[in-house]
């Protein structure tokens, strides 16, 4: 599963059963519905092209919507990673302030 931060710039977010991979900010299942189980979403960027992102949706569509309650866990994870640049962390901040 993946979290959506921004179709038009093809940003995501991987939903993982362990927090094994990149720093990860752990989510409940008591607050996200759609999950099975207790997860994590890792906090490192995917770029995903347009053309999969349709395909999927397509396929699948949109199983559920995060949590916000989980927002400021996980932008200040992304905003503290060395592996995103300080463009990115800006348009991040934007992304985050405009989902409230």
Known sequence: MM??????????LRINTTDFYRPCVAIKKVDNEFLSHDS???????????????????KSGIIGRLSFA?????????????YINAQEKDDLKHIFDESI
């Open 3 to 12: 979290v959506c931060l921004s179709y038009d710039e093809g940003w995501f």
């Open 40 to 58: 994590h979403v890792e906090c490192a960027l995917l770029i995903i092209d347009e053309d999969e992102i349709n395909e999927t949706l397509n």
């Open 70 to 82: 989980h927002k400021d866990a996980i932008l200040k994870k992304l905003l503290s990673a060395t």
